[in-house]
């Protein structure tokens, strides 16, 4: 294929060299792509064959995209921009959620802290009340040795027992 040499907003038309529909030259446009199909060449742009418009159908066409160039430049200018701003927002967002991570995994950490001084404590517990028991048994054993002794006394010297 030849390269008819004019491009028209980032469309290049080719002449194909065989004159395969009845006679009239056929031409190839090609539109870069990032899209890959069954009609994209090893080139990544996509071809379409078609008779060639007239010169008024592409004068005109031509005027008619000349006057569309800025808007839809403004346009994708302003779809740039918000690309850019939902990237920004995307990347606060995981900014954010990477803080809370970091917060859920640091009160985890605690609460897990917290959870085996509680174990620590129920044990320490558990340890004080044994002892407790032990020497309030001794405690017990001793004040009743004492009341027995005291009771022998009274008993022997005649004095009433006070009453409980």
């Not at 078609?50 to 160039?69: D, K, N, T, V």
């Not at 690309?83 to 605690?110: F, G, Q, S, W, Y």
């Not at 044994?130 to 020497?135: C, K, R, V, Y």
């Not at 001794?138 to 004492?146: A, L, P, Q, S």
Request: glycine letters at 6%; charged letters at 25%.
């Amino acid at each position: 294929m030849a390269l008819q040499g004019f491009q028209l907003v980032g469309e290049v038309w080719m002449k194909n060299q065989d004159e395969s529909m009845g006679g009239v030259p056929t031409y190839t446009i090609a539109c870069a792509t990032s899209k890959h199909s069954e009609d994209t060449n090893h080139l990544g742009f996509v071809q379409r064959r078609f008779q060639m418009p007239s010169q008024r159908a592409i004068q005109s066409r031509g005027r008619l995209q000349r006057a569309g160039i800025n808007d839809l430049l403004d346009r994708a200018r302003r779809i740039s921009l918000d690309t850019l701003d939902l990237r920004i927002r995307l990347r606060h967002t995981n900014d954010r959620v990477c803080n809370l991570n970091l917060t859920i995994m640091e009160n985890t950490a605690k609460v897990e802290a917290l959870a085996e001084r509680l174990v620590g404590l129920r044990a320490q517990v558990d340890q004080r009340e044994h002892d407790a028991a032990a020497f309030r048994g001794h405690v017990n054993k001793r004040i009743d040795m004492i009341e027995l002794g005291l009771k022998a006394i009274m008993d022997h010297l005649g004095i009433p027992a006070p009453a409980k």
